[in-house]
Each structure stands twice: as structure tokens, then as C-alpha cells.
């Protein structure tokens, strides 16, 4: 979905998306009860976690290392192990879903500097391209969508 605005080899390159630090372990994915059943199947050494606020939906249990960094394991050298049945945070990466009352906003991440250092016009007219098919998703999984943080720049709402 995002190949348009981002490369692939931009991606793999980079991997900021896949290593959270106790500030940001809040952006890991939320995992939906499909695939978490899939993961606890396929990859057992994996502990999940129940989120509080997004019932229904589960977390990779972060392990932090020295550095305080906590790198999904489900990164490999070629790229997220889950391939194209990743997280839906995960694909629709550096964009976000998330919600403010009674909104439902298209966010994207700051940590992004590839996608960051776009034209804002050229993120505009790509996040108004893909706002109806990433709210539409919202609303199916309405347990994915995390509350609304500051600093996220907003490029597309729709009320709830």
C-alpha cells in the first residue's frame, strides 16, 4: 500500500518502526485474536500480553536490552517474518489510525524521516488516497485503533 510514497529497500534499511524504546513501547502492534492465536501456534517462544485499553487485541511483552531497546522479534534480515499477514499498525506503517472522541483520525508518525522529509502536499494527497480504505479497516476492528497522541500530525478525520 505504502510503496508509492515509500520503498521497500527504504524500509528495510532503516527499521525504526521494529525497535521501541520505553517511551514509544505504546506504537508496538496491537494484535488482533486471529493472529495472536497463529502467533501463540507458530511462534511460541513469543509472549503476548493483553492491552488494557484495546480489549480483544494483545501486545508483544516487550524485553528491553541493555540499551533500553526492545526490537519486535518477529524481525528478521529479510524483513517482518509474518510477511504480508503482519499487524495492520505494521502495514500501514508510518500512518497511523486513531481516535479522539468521536473521530477517527489518519496520523502519521514523526519517527518516519523518509516519509517525514516527503512534501507535505504529496503526504496529503497520498493520505487522502488511502483514508477510506484505512478507516473502513478501522471500523471492522474498531479494538485496533489506539487514543489519539500529541505530536501526531492529523491528515484525514472522519466522525464516528
Known sequence: MLTEILSRKECAN????????????????LITSDLAARLEKDYPEIKLKKTHENAG????????????????PLLTEKGCALGEEKP????????????????LLLTLSPVCESV?????????EFAAKIAPKIFE??????????NYEDGYPVFAVKER
Open 14 to 29: 532503516c527499521r525504526v518502526c521494529c525497535v521501541f524504546d520505553k517511551t514509544d513501547v505504546w506504537e508496538m502492534p
Open 57 to 72: 487485541c494483545k501486545v508483544i511483552d516487550a524485553e528491553f536490552d541493555k540499551k533500553g531497546l526492545c526490537t519486535c
Open 88 to 103: 495492520y499498525d505494521c502495514r500501514i506503517w508510518p500512518f497511523r489510525v486513531m481516535k479522539k472522541g468521536n473521530l
Open 116 to 124: 517525514s522529509s516527503l512534501p507535505v502536499n504529496r503526504i496529503s
Open 137 to 146: 479497516e478501522a471500523e471492522r476492528n474498531p479494538e485496533m485503533v489506539k
